[in-house]
């Protein structure tokens, strides 16, 4: 096996050099760049190509600066979008921290019981790891299941008290450097623990997620959570930053260091929904690091039935207003770009009044803004052309109109269909905003789902979170999940 992971540019990404040697990089979709300190232009030498080069390589190439610089500073990259990564870096068993696996269960005994066998099977040194189990008061065979796994430690409780009382009681007792979380309901993938742990290798790392993927593939709504489970994060390495203030993975498939949980007092356990998002808030406020890696897969069994599913959707809406009083500094903040929120307001009136005159207009905007942009380019003498230019600003365009769709699907869809009968317009210009936000997810996706199926639990799933969105805005006496604040710049950070 070799000991390291394999790194390469992003097909859409051009290394440039500046005539004062400053080494670039452009990522043509989204228009992106980046500079680059001089001092790692040798590292960016080694990429000629679009092939995977493995990290000892590199290494070797330029044994001037340390492996493990080299590591972190691709790995820097790759959350960025600039390159892609593939495999993970090989810890010898020696190395490796002891992790305390931690699973609350109740009422699930096939579901534990399958869990348990994957946690046996798991590619990580017995002497390493321990498995412990906090039965939540289950009132059938649950607790003697788990006795038939001598690996699992047993703790049951006499009163139901939730998940987040379970993971704070087992914490308590774990021996552990490392706490990994994993639901009853999941099955870990073998090499869940071997892909995840090395990123602790990172002291700024507090916490690491993992990739959560579908159980079930065989109904239509296992089809639509395969690629819209509110527990898959995505594809892409994503580490908190302090612009991204609603940044969180599910507890799930979650590692995190010991001592950090504790310093953070654990989680909320008056909280039965969104406690691993109020966690995840909590230690990024620290000060730590959180990071998403699309690694450590564990296949999670879904509801795979309507009701079921709709009312854990209703669950999840109605943590937000709660979580928004306990962090009354994420501020949601609906971003407004001036040229793009004109463009579209003017051809929707051009449209809707059959006016050439405003459709000229429109078109005006968008010429307008786009040389704007192509003079700013030209002055710091970045080597974009204007055919690449417009096609950004053609897709930066329709971005902000799929994510202006998507907040008013997201919030505005119930409202819409009440007021339909006395504002019919304002009414149906919300519907239409959902059909658009619905179809480019369906696009974006890409599934294997005929469209209508997709749309339908879609609508399902974006009614059923808006309306426990709403009930917990009535139930907590705040409008701020329905009202954010409007921007028209973004934070630069």
């Known amino acids: 096996m070799n000991k390291y992971p394999e790194y390469r540019l992003r097909s859409s990404v051009q290394v440039s050099l500046l005539p004062d040697d400053q080494p670039v990089l452009i990522l043509a979709y989204p228009l992106k ?124 409780l006499t009163e139901h008290s939730q998940a987040s009382f379970c993971r704070n009681r087992a914490a308590r007792k774990a021996k552990g450097e490392i706490l990994a979380f ?59 930053m302090e612009k991204e203030r609603f940044f969180y993975v599910p507890f799930c498939n979650f590692l995190v260091r010991r001592e950090l949980f504790f310093k953070l007092d654990g989680l909320r356990e008056e909280l039965h929904v969104g406690e691993d998002v109020d966690f995840c808030w909590r230690l990024q406020d620290s000060g730590a690091m959180l990071e998403y890696r699309p690694v450590g897969r564990v296949f999670h069994k879904h509801r795979n039935s309507l009701l079921p599913f709709c009312s854990r959707r209703f669950d999840y809406g109605t943590s937000e207003p709660l979580l928004q009083k306990l962090h009354p500094g994420r501020i949601k903040k609906l971003f407004l770009p001036p040229h793009e929120s004109i463009f579209w307001t003017l051809l929707s009136l051009s449209l809707f009044f059959k006016s050439i005159t405003i459709f000229i207009l429109c078109a005006g905007i968008f010429a307008s803004d786009t040389l704007n942009r192509y003079s700013k380019l030209h002055k710091r003498k970045l ?30 869809l119930i409202p819409g269909l009440l007021l339909l009968p006395l504002f019919p317009v304002s009414a149906g210009l919300i519907i239409c905003m959902h059909l658009i936000a619905g179809v480019a997810d369906y696009c974006i996706r890409k599934t ?7 749309l339908f639990f879609f609508s399902l799933e974006q009614l059923s979170y808006q309306a426990g969105v709403w009930w917990g805005c009535v139930l907590h006496r705040t409008a701020a999940p329905v009202l954010p604040r409007l921007v028209h710049r973004r934070d630069r950070i």
């Open 448 to 454: 294997r789902m005929n469209p209508i199926s997709f």
């Open 33 to 156: 760049v980046i500079y680059i300190d001089r001092f790692w232009k040798p590292v960016l030498n080694c990429f000629t190509s679009y092939d995977y080069l493995f990290l000892d390589h590199i290494a070797q190439i330029r044994p001037e600066i340390n492996t493990q610089q080299i590591e972190f500073f691709l790995n820097d990259l790759t959350r960025k979008g600039f390159f892609e990564l593939r495999g993970f870096p090989f810890m010898e068993d020696d190395d490796l921290p002891f992790v305390s696996i931690i699973i609350p269960v109740r009422n699930r005994p096939k579901d534990i019981s399958a869990c348990l066998i994957s946690l046996e099977q798991l590619d990580y040194p017995k002497g390493k790891k321990e498995i412990i189990v906090v039965d939540d008061a289950s009132d059938d065979n649950t607790p003697e299941t788990v006795r038939h796994f001598p690996e699992a430690g047993l703790i049951c």
């Open 383 to 412: 080597p974009i052309s204007f055919f690449t230019l417009c096609q950004a600003v053609i897709r930066s365009y329709l971005s902000f109109l799929y994510h202006l769709c998507s907040f008013v699907s997201r919030y505005y």
């Open 182 to 240: 994993i639901d009853s309901d999941c099955v870990a993938d073998p090499s869940w623990l071997r892909e995840l742990v090395p990123a602790f290798r990172d002291e700024s790392l507090g916490a690491v997620g993992g990739l959560v993927d579908s159980y079930y593939n065989k109904k239509n709504l296992d089809q639509y959570e395969t690629v819209k489970s509110a527990l898959k994060i995505g594809s892409w390495y994503k580490r908190s």
